[in-house]
């Protein structure tokens, strides 16, 4: 078997594999035939695996960013004022941890709840932000609802458990009373280190009327547990050792640290950990998304078919084989997209385009070379090789400036003085991947179908 | 061959030249107008029955009662776009309660609101990776060539591109009200990008010629390189053209202008591969020339 060959099958494997991944789940295509009409669905396979008793499952699906299906996203600034600089990231990170579990309630699919800071020039932090991004969420009311500023802390006693108590969640919390203590009795909260242990405990004091109704709570439920609720969720459930009548208590149990001033922070604010205030806010309706990746996705297959026309205009037989490899290019593209979860934005659609422009950039130099080698009384072979390797040069050379920028846009390190923003980074993406596999498909793919299947003979242009 | 592509080099410098005047006319009117990625501030669109509005003077008087807005636009897909300063949600939710009592249903389509910090941070952001990036290519280029000649004419080429860019933004922010937002850098680094990528193919073949004949001058050379190369260029500029023409033509509303961008960016692109950056070389030469001739 000849090299080329090889290569050929490893490609043909490559191009199966990537066509199966990137054909959609389900494609429903209406036939008319004979006066009887109908419709035909095909169905990809769901990857269901079980490998050394993972189990691996992936039902392939693009990805598609907030202004494609719609949805909202907001920046929050967290104002930390009132919070000591060295608890500050810690009450950065509750915040965001108490918004996520909210969105999470909601039900909103895969939400984005990111926390930022942003530093100044003199290495201090400026400002701490927290960015979310809910997807489908397209009524901006609805989702500064979801985030929450009116969230709730309040105490709830166990009554006697249902036996269903045991085995499922919602009847367990459904066992909890409401007592009459709420977040606005407690005066603060801090962590404290056990006297005997040394490991880290949550103290609470309460103000003289909550001092009052958690002495009368303590005292008619000793071993039973009062749990602590935000927003209807448990935070901590202690249970009641003694009466405690002076207002000081003290939660022990196994918690770290960082977990114990995280609990002490949510306590402390009652709702949030911290203010937040809107700062940034996107929302964008579903139709808008939808009729612009309609309207982009036909142009783009328009368009492949305006250069696929082009090439084969221009080169020939050779041309037919360089729209082989950019019809490669385009399976392997949508597969990568699917196979790493790469959203897709519209950004990312023109990017997408754009590099299809590209792909066929490294054909033309190479066949061109090609030609000038054949003018110069060179035998096929030989030219076919000249014109490869002295093209690569050019090739390389032109595509790392288009691979730096991409990066520069996509900044990949988080760098907070280069670009963040999504649309951005998906045109970045999708430029990045495009000039990778368009050098594998410009320059092997298409090196390798010459090879196989054109002969000096049938060169006639 | 006999064709001399750079027998009068200096005529292509007033090609650019005449695009620098017109955009610079256009920039001085205010044709660069920054989005509120930049500036900060609130875009409200909505769909409604557009037809029942007598005149929009009587809209933007009704409106500013609530909130005080910057513009009113109404565009072909009979949507209104509104845009004020910064306004919170609530603001929002009463422009559009009372848009629906005179116009019946109102769908929200799109409400961004960017706070000032926001838009300061990207425009530094903004300057940063322009000047990052345009330095990383000078940087190849310099070492591409180890000959100043080449590294500075390229750049210049690049930042003409990037020039031509903004004049073309700039007169369609005159016509059409198209203003500079974030897609808008992405297609500027874009540009930046592609034009050394012309301009390194050209120069290498300039290279080559002159290391096989090396008692070519500098001018036939550069005129044997572009008839060299000529096909290729264009033709891949061709592809990558029709590409981003469909996208503009038959494209979604919201990639428009970006499309464009990223359009005007590829043609000057090649454009000044060829007539920018040799004709630059080729001056260079020329006055260096007569510099060593005046001593």
């Known amino acids: 078997m000849s090299s080329a060959l090889k290569r050929y099958l490893f490609i043909l494997f490559c191009v199966i594999v990537a066509a199966l991944i990137a054909f959609p789940t389900e494609l429903k295509l209406p036939y008319n035939l004979f006066n009887r009409s109908g419709e035909v669905t095909f169905k990809r396979p769901v990857v269901d695996l079980e490998i050394f008793g993972t189990r ?55 939400p984005v709840v990111q926390s930022s800071t942003i530093r100044q020039a003199n290495g201090q932090i400026g400002e701490f932000r927290i960015t979310v991004e809910l997807a489908g969420v397209s009524d901006p009311t609805e989702a500064l609802e979801l985030i929450g500023t009116t969230a709730q802390l309040d105490f709830r006693l166990q009554g006697i458990a249902s036996p269903e108590a045991t085995v499922s969640a919602i009847a367990f919390l459904q066992s909890f009373e409401p007592t009459e203590l709420s977040g606005a009795d407690l005066k603060r909260s801090s962590v404290q280190f056990d006297q005997q242990t040394g490991t880290p405990v949550v103290s609470l004091e309460f103000n003289p009327e909550g001092t009052k109704k958690f002495a009368d709570i303590t005292k008619d439920n000793v071993n039973g547990v009062l749990g602590i609720f935000l927003d209807g969720y448990p935070l901590m459930l202690p249970r009641i050792n003694v009466p405690i009548i002076d207002g000081r208590a003290i939660i022990t149990g196994e918690f770290g640290l960082e977990e114990a001033k995280n609990l002490s922070i949510q306590l402390n604010a009652g709702a949030l950990p911290v203010p937040i205030e809107v700062i940034e806010q996107r ?41 082989i490899a950019l019809l490669v290019y385009a399976i392997l593209t949508i597969a990568i997209y699917k196979l790493f979860s790469i959203t897709l934005t519209l950004p990312g659609i023109a990017g997408m385009l754009l590099s299809v422009g590209m792909a066929v950039d490294a054909n033309i130099l190479i066949f061109e070379r090609m030609k000038e080698e054949l003018r110069n009384g060179k035998p096929f072979e030989l030219a076919m090789k000249l014109g490869f390797g002295r093209a690569w040069d050019s090739i390389k050379d032109a595509n790392l400036a288009t691979i730096f920028t991409s990066l520069v846009l996509i900044n990949p390190l988080n760098l907070p003085f280069l670009n963040t923003s999504g649309l951005v980074r998906g045109f970045g993406v999708t430029l990045l991947i495009g000039v990778l596999i368009s050098l594998f498909t410009g320059v092997i793919v298409t090196r390798t179908l010459l090879r196989l299947f054109l002969k000096e003979h049938s060169l006639t242009k | 061959m006999t064709a001399h592509i750079f027998k009068h080099y200096w005529l292509y410098f007033t090609t650019s030249l005449a695009v620098f005047v017109v955009g610079l006319v256009m920039i001085a009117q205010g044709g660069l107008k920054p989005s509120i990625d930049f500036s900060g501030g609130s875009v409200l669109e909505v769909k409604m029955d557009v037809s029942k509005i007598n005149s929009s003077q009587e809209l933007e008087e009704r409106i500013d009662k609530i909130v005080d807005i910057s513009s009113l636009q109404l565009t072909s897909q009979k949507t209104l776009i509104l845009k004020s300063k910064s306004i919170a949600n609530e603001q929002k939710d009463a422009v559009v309660a009372d848009l629906g009592t005179e116009f019946g249903t109102v769908e929200m389509i799109r409400f961004e609101t960017v706070g000032p910090v926001i838009g300061r941070e990207l425009l530094l952001k903004t300057v940063f990776s322009v000047l990052i990036v345009s330095m990383v290519i000078m940087l190849y280029v310099m070492n591409q060539f180890k000959d100043l000649r080449y590294g500075v004419s390229a750049i210049l ?139």
């Open chain 1, 283 to 323: 929302s964008i309706g579903a139709s808008l998304g939808q009729e612009s990746i309609r309207n982009s996705v036909r142009a783009g297959v328009i368009g492949i078919g305006l250069v696929m026309t082009f090439m084969v205009l221009l080169y020939g037989w050779k041309g037919v084989f360089a729209d």
């Open chain 2, 157 to 295: 080429a690049m930042l003409h591109d990037t020039f031509v860019l903004f004049c073309a933004f700039a007169l369609l922010g005159v016509l059409y009200n198209v203003e500079i937002d974030a897609l808008f850098v992405t297609a500027v680094l874009t540009t930046l990008s592609f034009s050394v990528h012309d301009t390194i193919v050209t120069f290498d073949r300039i290279r080559e010629i002159r290391k096989k004949e090396p008692n070519i001058t500098i001018k036939e050379a550069s005129n044997k390189a572009v008839l060299q190369t000529l096909s290729r260029s264009l033709n891949n500029s061709l592809t990558i053209i029709i590409m981003l023409a469909t996208l503009v033509l038959l494209g979604g509303t919201t990639l428009r202008w970006f499309a464009v961008a990223l359009l005007v960016g590829s043609i000057t692109g090649t454009y000044s591969s060829t007539f920018t950056a040799i004709p630059l070389l080729l001056l260079w030469d020329d006055v260096a020339k007569r510099w060593s001739k005046g001593k």
């Open chain 1, 56 to 110: 691996y499952t992936r039902d392939f699906t693009l990805k598609q960013g907030l202004d494609i299906q719609g949805g909202t996203q907001i920046v929050l600034r967290a104002d930390m004022s009132n919070i000591p600089a060295e608890d500050r990231e810690t009450a950065l990170e509750s915040t965001r941890q108490v918004i996520l579990r909210r969105v999470d309630l909601y039900g909103v699919n895969e």
